[in-house]
């Protein structure tokens, strides 16, 4: 089995700034390292960073909350790592070297594991060697369930990633009232006449714009991977992810040109190989089609949508990696989406 890892959304450049893991713990990149969007299903809120410089290495942090972790010490941290680990051990009662190491209020521990299959062979880009699942508590809370990924069991690339893990802290303030709204449109509605009155709604919106999204009442909101207030993502019944922003119109100079830099922060600072564009329109939203592929991962479909009513530019990532789903799936939410004023 090969140590794979897909690297799903867009790659953000990032500094020394703590990034948000859910409302409750704070992660510092380490220099040299950047931030991946990762658009994939999960019940928890995940944060994944690989290194700038194209290294083969990558580290994904969840957070599980305490009443699903069932952590309180070093001992039952042991437990949650071996649960963590099972399919990297040869049988349930193989022996783990566990290593342990202090945090100013917890603990972390973790251990390594060599793919078999790849030992001698030179390295691929997407393929790891070792894997590193790892577990950090933080003295009370929830419990971070974290796998490194890197071509070696000791090097720059692990420690690195390591100390990202230990950079974890509780937040300290409170965090503030949440900016994002969804409220439930009933079907005989008084909004105005934008909004479409044959289906259920679900509405996203932001004090500073005018306008709000409306999109399917099927689709069920996911943790924030981004810290930006007027982020937002969502998932279907079919793993289709939709996310985005909405932003200030005048920061929108049509689709050619934010397709340019979009698609240079995913092949320059990303890494990610983008094929397959077309560019269309579908009930008003210009959309790109593309795929991006990642080593030997399996391709993800992706559509960009955008568009302008009054000071508002909504910008939607649609994306699935399911091997039956086609561009139908994705072009069929952009024609259930809209964009109406307040």
Not at 56 to 79: G, Y
Not at 106 to 119: H, I, K, N, T
Not at 295 to 316: E, F, L, M, S, Y
Request: glycine share 6%; aromatic share 8%; with cysteine.
């Amino acid at each position: 089995m090969k140590y794979l890892v897909l690297l799903l959304g867009l790659f953000v450049s990032s500094s020394l700034r703590a990034d948000l893991l859910g409302e409750t713990v704070e992660i510092t990149p380490v220099a040299g390292w950047g931030r991946m969007l990762v658009a994939r299903p999960s019940p928890f809120p995940t944060l994944q960073y690989v290194p700038k410089d194209g290294r083969n290495a990558s580290v994904l942090i969840t957070l599980f909350p305490a009443d699903a972790a069932k952590v309180t010490d070093l001992p039952s941290l042991k437990k949650f790592l071996r649960v963590s680990a099972t399919p990297y051990l040869s049988a349930p009662d193989a022996e783990m070297n566990a290593i342990e190491r202090g945090l100013p209020q917890g603990f972390l521990v973790y251990a390594s594991f060599e793919d078999p299959d790849l030992v001698g062979k030179p390295s691929r880009k997407g393929n790891y060697k070792i894997a590193t699942p790892a577990a950090a508590y933080l003295g009370s809370g929830p419990t971070l369930q974290v796998t490194i990924f890197t071509d070696r069991k000791d090097g720059a690339d692990l420690q690195e990633a390591l100390q990202i893990v230990q950079s974890a802290s509780l937040r300290r303030t409170p965090p503030k009232a949440p900016v994002l709204t969804a409220l439930t449109l009933p079907k005989a509605s008084t909004t105005p006449a934008p909004v479409p009155k044959n289906l259920d709604r679900q509405t996203v919106g932001f004090r500073t714009f005018s306008s709000v999204l409306l999109l399917p009442m099927r689709f069920e909101r996911t943790p924030k991977l981004n810290s930006e207030e007027n982020y937002f993502s969502f998932i279907d019944e079919k793993h289709v992810i939709l996310s985005g922003w909405l932003d200030h119109a005048a920061g929108f100079n049509g689709m050619k040109e934010f397709w340019v830099k979009e698609k240079n922060a995913m092949t320059g600072e990303g890494g990610l190989s983008v094929a397959e564009e077309s560019f269309t329109i579908i009930n008003g939203w210009t959309i790109v089609r593309y795929v991006v592929r990642a080593g030997d991962a399996p391709p993800q479909k992706n559509i960009r949508a955008c568009r302008v009513v009054g000071d508002t530019w909504a910008d939607i990532h649609l994306s699935t990696i399911e091997p039956a789903a086609t561009w139908k799936d994705l072009e069929d939410v952009v024609k259930e989406l809209s964009l109406a004023p307040k």
